[in-house]
């Protein structure tokens, strides 16, 4: 069976980390358990009160020392945060959090609320955190409520992300907060604009799931690395910026 966490206020539903602890999460099994961390349930994290930020899931801790994830983290139930005039973000991971591998199969929910300028993300890498790979075979549905509010699928400041694969759906969006409102906010699926070192980045169609094609709404943001940009199923509905880098874009949708 599978079980299910819900805080609220501004705590992080699931906390893995000390200040100052060094903490090694070991591998649960073999095959699809050879994970750290494996997400089969629901973890929830609503604010409640006006400016009150949400986590669902917090890798590390400020303050020092590091966390490790080893073999990564697969989510396979559904992962959610939601704000009001505040922060929301599903998966946070903070300095010192290594976690090689994300491995998203269920669904991450994440929705802020704001008059202001504040942010819904479903998956944050700070600067200082090491994750390489992330796979995407799940929902990413990620709304900045406002006109100033943004919404942002995977956000990574630590420049370590270089292996990008989406075979599902990645949506990010801002909802203005009148009929005709300017919108300022931005909706950014990708933003791996820190990176330096070039990125490989796929989007295919899944054969698990034949009749589902792939989707990315919401722009992607690249580094001044040299990238390989893949998109041979499905569709994206936002910019792509190559940044100061170059590489290729290969796109067949046959």
Do not use: C, W
């Not at 922060?87 to 199969?105: F, P």
């Not at 094609?213 to 998109?231: E, K, N």
Request: aromatic share 4%; proline share 2%; no cysteine.
């Amino acid at each position: 069976g599978t079980g299910s966490v819900t805080v609220l206020g501004g705590a992080p539903a699931l906390k893995i980390g000390d200040t100052g602890k060094n903490i090694d999460i070991g591998v649960f099994g073999t095959g699809g358990n050879n994970f750290g961390l494996i997400v089969r349930g629901n973890v929830t994290s609503n604010g409640l009160f006006d400016d009150v930020g949400s986590t669902a899931i917090q890798i590390g801790a400020t303050g020092g020392g590091t966390t490790t994830i080893e073999g990564g983290i697969r989510a396979l139930g559904t992962i959610s945060a939601s704000s009001h005039e505040a922060d929301a973000t599903g998966i946070h991971i903070l300095a010192g959090g290594d976690v090689a591998n994300l491995q998203m199969e269920g669904t991450v929910n994440a929705t802020a609320v704001s008059a202001g300028t504040d942010q819904a993300t479903g998956i944050l890498i700070d600067a200082g955190a090491n994750v390489s790979h992330f796979a995407n075979i799940g929902t990413f549905s990620i709304v900045g409520g406002g006109n100033g509010a943004s919404a942002y699928g995977v956000q990574d400041k630590s420049g370590t992300l270089n292996n990008v694969l989406n075979k599902a759906t990645i949506s990010t969006k801002v909802r203005p907060s009148e009929t005709g409102g300017v919108v300022t906010g931005r909706a950014v699926a990708f933003d791996l604009s820190a990176n330096t070192s070039g990125i490989t980045f796929s989007q295919v169609q899944s054969t698990d799931l034949p009749d589902s094609r792939p989707l990315i709404a919401g722009d992607i943001l690249l580094g001044s690395g040299d990238d390989t940009v893949q998109f041979l199923a499905g569709t994206v509905l936002g910019a792509l910026d190559f940044n100061a880098g170059g590489g290729s874009l290969t796109i067949d949708n046959a």
